[in-house]
Each structure stands twice: as C-alpha cells, then as structure tokens.
Antibody
Framework: QVQLVQSGAEVKKPGASVKVSCKASGYTFTDYYMHWVRQAPGQGLEWMGWINPKSGGTNYVQKFQGRVTMTRDTSISTAYMDLSRLGSDDTAVYYC???????????????????WGQGTLVTVSS | DIQLTQSPSFLSASVGDRVTITCRASQGISSYLAWYQQKPGKAPKVLIFAASTLQSGVPSRFSGSGSGTEFILTISSLQPEDFATYYCQQLNSYPRTFGQGTKLEIK
C-alpha cells in the first residue's frame, strides 16, 4: 500500500539544524509532489513547502525562506526536509505528505493531501 | 495568501447528532478544498476532497458541499469515533493554507 515512513524524534539545541527523512513506498516516487507540514504542540497545521521529486524543484512558504531546504534521493524514494537556525518556536511535529490528484483532459480536476507520514517530533531545547 | 476561517472553533455534541462545520475562504477557490480529520497523536486523514468527493473508505455519514468561498462539512449522525479535530485546506493556490481547526467534543 502507499506509505510514507519518517525518521525518528529529534532533540536539538537552539541554533542547530535538523534533517527529517520521509521514505515513500507503494507508488512511483517521482510522479507526485511531496509536501511538508508542521504542527506545534496544541496548534493547527502549517504548510511549509513542497519538492517535485522528479525535477528537484522546490517551493517554500516565505516564512521559512533561507532556513528550509527540501531535497530528495530518487534512488531510495526518500525526501528530506532540513531546517536550520532552530528556535524554541520550531518545536513541532513535522509531517511529510503526498499531494494526490486527478487530471481530466489534461486539466487538474481535484487534488488533496494523502497519505501522510506518521510525523517526526522535533524538540528544540537548551 | 488565501485565509481560511472555520466556524465554530469548538463544538460540543452527542452521539447521534447531526453537525455542520463551515469553512470560509478569503477569496474564491472554486472547489479546490479538502477536509481532514485528526485524532490526538495521529496524522491527519483526508475525508473529502474537491469540496464534496468522499475519499474511499470514509463512512457515508460524512459529506461536503460548497464552492467559491463557502464550504460545509456535515456529519449526519455522530459516532463515538468521530470526536476529533477537523481542518479544511485550500489547494487552489500557494501557500496551501489550512483553517484553524474545529475541535469536536463529546457533550
């Protein structure tokens, strides 16, 4: 079945960087954009950006520009999200998620996020 | 950026009740809207996409409607497993914004 499996929890000090991995299985990795979404404790969902696994192209939300880098290794169907200069407000669960879609007549008819990885808790603490 | 505003933010209801959650977009998004359910400690799960299409495997008591700027998620008869937080998301443009969430609690 289609599945995304993420790396384990991380504890980092302020100012450090973290790299979270997301291994895809059950589908052709390069056929779907991969997004990253985070959720601070008790808060809502925050979209961070996407990577096109086929081309390596990326699109980041302005808030994270200069601090986030999304990459991929197509040989092992794995996407990565690297976040630098961590602060306490970066403590959150980070999710990778595939954007699924229906194309009809060459036009996007519908799109949605599915499946989601299980999440990776990143704790930033001195 | 397109803002999504969900109402209510909190909802208290009983098993068997019919409930509705509204999601309003700050500008038109056609039907590029999805609804997700999230339970504590778990990743979100898609319920509905394209505003009204039920994801495979999702019970038929869930339904969605709307287009443009106003959307509604309806649960026709609440079951114990439906108590969770619900989010809407627009996929019309970037950034892919989410509503702030609606927490559905047992009365």
């Amino acid at each position: 079945q289609v599945q995304l499996v993420q790396s384990g929890a991380e504890v980092k000090k302020p100012g450090a960087s973290v790299k979270v991995s997301c291994k895809a299985s059950g589908y052709t990795f390069t056929d779907y954009y991969m997004h990253w979404v985070r959720q601070a404790p008790g808060q809502g969902l925050e979209w961070m950006g996407w990577i096109n696994p086929k081309s390596g192209g990326t699109n980041y939300v302005q808030k994270f520009q200069g601090r986030v880098t999304m990459t991929r290794d197509t040989s092992i169907s794995t996407a990565y999200m690297d976040l630098s200069r961590l602060g306490s407000d970066d403590t959150a669960v980070y999710y990778c998620v595939r954007e699924d879609m229906i194309i009809f007549g060459g036009v996007l008819d519908a799109n949605w996020f599915d499946p989601w990885g299980q999440g990776t808790l990143v704790t930033v603490s001195s | 950026d397109i803002q999504l505003t969900q109402s209510p933010s909190f909802l208290s209801a009983s098993v068997g009740d019919r409930v509705t959650i509204t999601c309003r977009a700050s500008q038109g998004i056609s039907s590029y809207l999805a609804w997700y359910q999230q339970k504590p400690g778990k990743a979100p799960k898609v319920l509905i996409f394209a505003a009204s299409t039920l994801q495979s495997g999702v019970p038929s008591r869930f339904s969605g409607s709307g287009s443009g700027t106003e959307f509604i998620l309806t649960i026709s008869s609440l079951q114990p497993e439906d108590f969770a937080t619900y989010y809407c998301q627009q996929l019309n443009s970037y950034p892919r914004t989410f509503g702030q969430g609606t927490k559905l609690e047992i009365k």
